[in-house]
C-alpha cells in the first residue's frame, strides 16, 4: 500500500494509515516497548501497562473520531474569563491571531507539499465553529472540578454566538507564512483559540509522518505514535518522581497535545501516578475521563474528585491584550511624557475578582506587557475604593481588601509565564519585601496587609530538568 492510501482494515471514511483508530492491543505493548526504552522503571513501566489494560485505559483508547472531536480543547481559565466579558464586555468584538512560528514544519508548507492534509486540517478547523461551547454537560463537570457556577447569561452568549469561525491568512513575507484568525464576540473568539493550535500541534505532527513516509517508505502510524509518547511519558513521570522537590504540579496541556487521546491518557496517568499532581487545567480531559468513571460506576462526585483531582486554571493574557486595546489611552494619560503605565493591565485583574471572586487565592499574571512594568505599577497604584465595596457586598466571605491597599497587596500568588524565572521571582520577592518595609514605616503592620511571602507559579516548565532548576 502507498503511503497515500486508505488502510484496508475496515477503517472509516475519514480515516488514512497515519491517523486512524487506535489499535488498542498494539498501543499497549508498543508502549510498554518505548517505555522501557526510555528508561522507566519496571514499576512505573507495569503501572502504564496496567493503565492501558484497564478497563477506563481501553474505554480511553477506543474513543472514535466523532467522540473526540465533539468537544472544545478548552483550559480551565475561560470559563472565568468568559464570566468577565458576559458581564462587562458584552459589545465587544475580538480577532484572535494564530501566528504559527518556529514551527518544524510550518502551513505554508504542507498546503505546498500535502494539499490533501492541509484541506483535511481547514475542514477540521471549520468544524471547530459547529461545535456547542457550554452544554449541561460542561456546566456539571465545572461546578464539580472547578466549583464554578455558570451564570445564565453566560449561557445564553455561548448558545448564540457559539465558536468563531477561523480564516486563514498569508502573510505577505519572505515564507508566505500563514495566520488564523477568528473574529467575532470577546467569547466566540477565545472558544476558538486553544483548539486551533491544538489542532496545528495535530496537523504539524501529520504532516512530519506523511513526509518522512514519502521519502522513506517509513510509516509511523498514530497508534505507534501515542506509544510512543505515552513510554515517553512513562520515563518522566519517573524522573519527576525521583527528585526530592516540594512543587505542585499540574498539567497545562491541551493546546500543546498531539493527539486527543494521548491527552486523556495522559491526565489519567499523571492523576495516579505522579507526586504532588493536583490536576489539570483541560475541560476536555475532565468531561470525556468524568464520562468514563460514570459509565463504570463511579457516581459520586467526591469520588470521581480522588480520582482525577481538580481542573486548575489561574488568569488569561487574552482579558490584558482586549482591555490594553480598548483602553489605551489610560495607560497612556497615566504615563504622561514618561511613557505608559500598566493601568489596563491591572484593571483587568479587577475585573477578573470583580466576576469571579476567590480573593483568597488572588493571582497576578503579570508578563502580558512586561512582569517589571507590572510590578512597579502594581506598588504605587492603590485599590479603588469602588471595588473593596464591590468585594464587600458580592463576596462577604472572602478575604477582604484593606481600604488604602496597594494592588500589590491584593495578589497572593504571582504566575510566571515566560522570562527568567529566577530573575522575575526574585523581582517579585524583593518589591514584597519592599512593601512590607513600607508598611512598618507608616507603622500599618496590624491591618493584615501583606506579611505571607507571596506564593509563586511557573506555568511554562519545559522538561525534568527545567523542573529541578526551578526547585533549587
Known sequence: MSCDGVDDRGCDAWETWDYCGLNVNRLKLRAVHYAHKAGASAETTEALRAMLDSKIGRKIASLSQQQLFTELINDAYKPKMHKIYSSFLRGAKVDFALNVRKSPFGLKRIEQEDPDLYKQMNQSMADIARIQPLNDSIEEVLKTFYSFDTPKIMRQRADEHGVAEVKWMEMDNADGSHIGIASGTAEAASNAETTMTQLVQEYTIRAQVRALCKKSGIRIDRTEHVANSLGHLAAVV??????????????????????????????????HHLNNYIGSSSIFAFSHLSRALEEEGVHK?????????RLIGTHAHEVMSIMQHLMSNYDDEAGGKDGPVQICGLLAHLLFLRANGGTEYATALSDTFGSHSFVAAAMVTRVPDEFVQDIQELYPDDRQIQKDAMMFDVFKTWRLDSGDYCKVAEMVVSAWEARCQQLDRQDRGAEGLPRQRPALMHSNLKDVQHVQEVAK
Open 301 to 309: 462526585p467526591a469520588d470521581r474528585i480522588e480520582e482525577m483531582g
Open 238 to 271: 519517573d524522573q519527576l518522581n525521583s527528585l526530592d522537590h516540594p512543587l505542585k504540579i499540574a498539567l497545562f496541556a491541551g493546546r500543546r497535545s498531539s493527539d486527543r487521546a494521548y491527552l486523556l491518557l495522559q491526565t489519567w496517568f499523571c492523576a
